[in-house]
């Protein structure tokens, strides 16, 4: 088993930005990919962004290309979110997720950590 852990939520005014991260603990040899999705309330689930251990390789949603940045630090099992210029609409809570296989937005992620609530305020 894998277990993920997210910090680094929190309340932050528009136009700020925050960085998340995901330590991810337990067999974590089996997993190929990280990622982080987001739900904000009342809208379905999202898919934000997703790296690879292996060659660190990308993918985001459209969207938030430009002002979200994925990175890993293999060392310490760790991926980061980095969000910049936050808008109000970023307001949601954000998942970590690992994969053992396929990484992107249709994938299936074989972990979940709990969640972490970003708040952008006006």
């Known amino acids: 088993q894998v277990r993920l852990v997210e910090s680094g939520g929190g309340l932050v005014q528009a136009g700020g930005s925050l960085r998340l991260s995901c330590e991810a603990s337990g067999r974590t040899f089996s997993t190929y990919a990280m990622g982080w999705f987001r739900q904000a309330p009342g809208k379905e689930r999202e898919f934000v962004a997703a790296?690879?251990?292996?060659?660190?390789?990308?993918i985001y949603t459209d969207s938030l290309k430009g002002r979200f940045t994925i990175s890993r630090d293999n060392a310490k099992h760790t991926v980061y979110l980095q969000m910049n210029s936050l808008k109000l609409e970023d307001t949601a809570v954000y998942y970590c997720?690992?994969?053992?296989?396929?990484?992107?937005?249709?994938?299936?992620?074989?972990?979940w950590g709990q969640g972490t609530q970003v708040t952008v305020s006006a």
């Open positions: 790296i690879s251990w292996v060659d660190g390789s990308t």
């Open positions: 997720v690992g994969s053992e296989g396929a990484y992107g937005p249709a994938a299936r992620y074989d972990y």
